[in-house]
């Protein structure tokens, strides 16, 4: 028997069989139920596919709309272009048939002038040409008196080039040691150039360097300050705007160099051994240089020109100035630059 709940009991069923308490069966449908339920869950995060025909259609539509546009466009502007080019055209052709027009009208006019003139030389005759050879003598005086004002005032522009022209003076400072290596002696060295003139020098370019010509031979030493005369002179003779101005009352524009005198050019010339009291070989090098500017009023290159010869001072008991002796080094103090007497130094 069944109760009103659904389960049954251990009572008589009618029949002498005790019933038996059943439980309902599990519906076969939960297992399905359950799986529809996961479906559903797992469907619910994948996107929608119901739609991706309408997109693609829009988005087909969509490019197709902007192929459209854009072949319009280009064939606006392909329209423009030629309408320009037609109106380019037009102004080119009219612009030259008014050239050709210019030029019949100056031919004509030419032609007309020649048979004019023509006409007015055969009537005037003997007169004019008495009236052209006046004109002609006074164009020769003119021409003779102008030529007589310009060496005039080439003849002032010489005296004020000379007095009131630039002229740069050298002013040299040792800057270091003059010290010796396996390579050969090093020293540095200070050229100012000073402009006592009274007008500015342009372009100056300076050369200079450390020579040791042999002894007794002045012609060595004259030729290498006219060989830096000749390096000097590439720069303000060029046409590039090279070289320092040097202005008059200024400070002096300073050169500096750092000359390597090799140990080959040393031992190339004789050296002088002295007395027992001064032992050693002795060395006599020059300092030669060349500054090359040219005039700001004129143009005119100049050049100044120094050769010093490079010795040092004796010691405080042995007053005087020696030879630099070959590997010793000398304290700048006691390097001196002494002015040769007979060649290297001028200015023109």
Same mark, same amino acid.
């Given at each position: 028997?069944?109760?009103? @709940?659904?389960? &049954?009991?251990?009572?008589?069923?009618?029949?002498?069989?005790?019933?038996?308490?059943?439980?309902?069966?599990?519906?076969?449908? +939960? $297992?399905?139920?359950? =799986? @529809?339920?996961?479906? !559903?869950?797992?469907?619910?995060?994948?996107?929608?596919?119901?739609? /991706?025909?309408?997109?693609?259609? %829009?988005?087909?539509?969509?490019?197709?709309?902007?192929?459209?546009?854009?072949?319009?466009?280009?064939?606006?502007?392909?329209?423009?272009?030629?309408?320009?080019?037609?109106?380019?055209?037009?102004?080119?052709?009219?612009?030259?048939?008014? %050239?050709?027009?210019?030029?019949?009208?100056?031919?004509?006019?030419?032609?007309?002038?020649? =048979?004019?003139?023509?006409?007015?030389?055969?009537?005037? *005759?003997?007169?004019?040409?008495?009236?052209?050879?006046?004109?002609?003598? !006074?164009?020769?005086?003119?021409?003779?008196?102008?030529?007589?004002? +310009?060496?005039?005032? &080439?003849?002032? !522009?010489?005296?004020?080039?000379?007095?009131?022209?630039?002229?740069? =003076? $050298?002013?040299?400072?040792?800057?270091?040691?003059?010290?010796?290596?396996?390579? !050969?002696?090093?020293?540095?060295?200070?050229?100012?150039?000073?402009?006592?003139?009274?007008?500015?020098?342009?372009?100056?370019?300076?050369?200079?360097?450390?020579?040791?010509?042999?002894?007794? =031979?002045?012609?060595?030493?004259?030729?290498?300050?006219?060989?830096?005369?000749?390096?000097?002179?590439?720069?303000?003779?060029?046409?590039? $705007?090279?070289?320092?101005?040097?202005?008059?009352?200024?400070? +002096?524009?300073?050169?500096? *160099?750092?000359?390597?005198? $090799?140990?080959?050019?040393?031992?190339?010339?004789? %050296?002088?051994?002295?007395?027992?009291? /001064?032992?050693?070989?002795?060395?006599?090098?020059?300092?030669? &240089?060349?500054?090359?500017?040219?005039?700001?009023?004129?143009?005119?290159?100049?050049?100044?020109?120094?050769?010093?010869?490079?010795?040092?001072?004796?010691?405080?008991?042995?007053?005087?100035?020696?030879?630099?002796?070959?590997?010793?080094?000398?304290? +700048?103090?006691?390097?001196?630059?002494?002015?040769?007497?007979?060649?290297?130094? &001028?200015?023109?």
């Amino acid at each position: 028997m069944i109760s009103d @709940d659904g389960v &049954g009991d251990d009572r008589d069923g009618g029949d002498g069989e005790p019933l038996r308490k059943t439980q309902p069966p599990p519906s076969s449908t +939960a $297992p399905e139920n359950r =799986k @529809d339920s996961t479906s !559903g869950i797992k469907n619910q995060n994948k996107p929608s596919l119901r739609y /991706w025909p309408v997109i693609k259609e %829009a988005l087909e539509a969509v490019s197709l709309l902007a192929v459209i546009v854009t072949m319009i466009f280009v064939g606006l502007q392909w329209q423009e272009m030629g309408r320009q080019y037609k109106i380019m055209n037009d102004q080119l052709t009219d612009a030259r048939k008014a %050239a050709a027009e210019s030029r019949k009208d100056t031919d004509r006019l030419l032609t007309a002038a020649e =048979k004019q003139a023509a006409a007015m030389t055969e009537s005037i *005759g003997p007169a004019t040409t008495s009236a052209a050879h006046t004109a002609a003598d !006074g164009l020769a005086e003119t021409k003779k008196s102008n030529g007589t004002a +310009a060496a005039a005032l &080439g003849v002032v !522009g010489k005296q004020l080039e000379v007095t009131d022209r630039a002229w740069l =003076k $050298p002013e040299i400072v040792v800057a270091s040691p003059l010290t010796w290596s396996a390579a !050969g002696a090093h020293i540095d060295i200070e050229v100012g150039w000073k402009n006592v003139g009274r007008s500015t020098a342009n372009r100056a370019m300076t050369s200079m360097r450390i020579v040791a010509p042999a002894m007794n =031979k002045r012609v060595e030493l004259a030729r290498e300050v006219q060989e830096e005369c000749r390096m000097a002179e590439i720069m303000p003779k060029s046409d590039y $705007p090279l070289g320092s101005i040097v202005w008059p009352g200024e400070p +002096a524009v300073i050169f500096k *160099g750092t000359f390597d005198i $090799p140990s080959a050019q040393i031992a190339a010339n004789p %050296a002088w051994r002295h007395t027992k009291e /001064w032992p050693g070989e002795y060395w006599q090098p020059y300092f030669v &240089g060349c500054v090359a500017y040219r005039l700001i009023n004129s143009g005119r290159l100049h050049y100044t020109t120094f050769a010093y010869e490079i010795v040092r001072l004796l010691p405080s008991h042995h007053p005087g100035v020696t030879l630099i002796e070959i590997g010793k080094d000398v304290p +700048a103090e006691d390097v001196v630059l002494r002015k040769d007497s007979f060649e290297g130094n &001028g200015a023109n």
